[in-house]
């Protein structure tokens, strides 16, 4: 009698290329997942601030008083560092400082690898009038997030005379957005 014997298995030649092809595999999908996450994280920066100035103007016209959006020093006043906590706040008297010491809302704007910077002429705060308006002079936001190969995703978020968020982005990665009106931004260096 005779018994056939079948073996079973991979060759090494077969399972050094199957490995080789799931380390390349591997190694696309990664970069993929980076950049998916980066871009991720950015397009939550530019929600949040959406969210906020929403938050905001709707406290100022439900409330029917002036409402002001800026990051809080431990003293309570307006400072223009972005990346910190964000708060929301009545402000009858004008003064930057929450009335009573009452915040409606604090937002964290940034987390890792995202920054917030203004464009507020070294005011560091925005105001909504009672009827939803920009009160005052108006700003913008620039969001600039860590992207892949050392590149930025980046946005420009700028608050209309109606209160509302208008934004552009870096369509085409170069680092910078062409206002419409000839000005070139650009994310501030580290």
Sequence with gaps: MRYSARTRGFTLV?????????AMLAGIASTSWTRLISSTRHTDVIN??????????????????LTT?????????CTDDWNNA?????????????????????????RGQ????????GRGYFQLSAKGMSHGT?????ACSASTNGRFDMSYLALNIGGRIRTLHDEDGDGEIRLPWGTTIT???P
């Design 48 to 65: 949040d601030t959406r969210r906020m100035f929403a938050v905001a103007r709707s406290y100022a016209v439900h409330q029917k008083t």
């Design 187 to 189: 994310c501030p260096g």
């Design 114 to 121: 995202s920054s917030l910077y203004s464009r507020t002429a």
């Design 86 to 110: 964000v708060s929301v706040f009545p402000d009858r008297n004008n003064d930057k400082r929450p009335d009573a010491g009452k915040v409606h809302r604090v937002f964290t704007l940034t």
């Design 138 to 142: 108006m700003g913008s936001l620039v």
């Design 14 to 22: 077969e399972l050094i290329l199957t490995l080789a092809l799931v």
């Design 69 to 77: 959006v800026c990051p809080l020093s431990p003293a309570l006043r």
